[in-house]
Nanobody, 118 residues
Framework: LLVESGGGLVQPGGSLRLSCVVS????????MAWVRQAPGKGLEWVSS????????YHADSVRGRFIISIDSAKNTMYLQMNSLQFDDTGVYYC?????????????WGQGTQVTVSS
C-alpha cells in the first residue's frame, strides 16, 4: 500500500515536500518512483531509485530542483521539490516496480495534487 501526501498550491519559486508512506514491503530495497501527470498529458517519470537510495535518478526537467529520499525507520519516501515552476503542476504519484518505458507499475498510490500558480 502506498499513501501520498504533501501536495498543495504554491507560487512559482516555492517549495513542497511530498511524502509516500509504504506498507507491506521493505522500502529501502525496493524499486520506487515518483511519477506525475500534468493536466491533459500522459504520465511522466520524475525520479526513482532501485534497491538503494544511493542509486537515485531524476528526470532532466527536475534535476537540481527535486530530490528523492527515504526514511526507512518511517517507511516513507519523500520528494523535496524546490524552485517550482508552472510546468510542475500535476498529480504526483508514488509507485513501486515500474517499467519506465511503458510507465506500467506494480503498485500505485492514490496521487496528490501539486498546483504551481501565482
Amino acid at each position: 500500500l502506498l499513501v501520498e501526501s504533501g501536495g498543495g498550491l504554491v507560487q512559482p519559486g516555492g517549495s513542497l515536500r511530498l511524502s509516500c508512506v509504504v506498507s507491506g514491503f521493505e522500502l529501502s530495497t525496493s524499486e520506487m518512483a515518483w511519477v506525475r501527470q500534468a493536466p491533459g498529458k500522459g504520465l511522466e517519470w520524475v525520479s526513482s531509485f532501485r534497491n538503494d537510495i544511493a542509486n537515485a535518478y531524476h528526470a532532466d526537467s527536475v534535476r537540481g530542483r527535486f530530490i528523492i529520499s527515504i526514511d526507512s525507520a518511517k517507511n516513507t519516501m519523500y520528494l523535496q521539490m524546490n524552485s517550482l515552476q508552472f510546468d510542475d503542476t500535476g498529480v504526483y504519484y508514488c509507485a513501486k516496480g515500474c517499467n519506465m518505458r511503458t510507465m506500467d507499475c506494480d503498485v500505485w498510490g492514490q496521487g496528490t495534487q501539486v498546483t504551481v500558480s501565482s
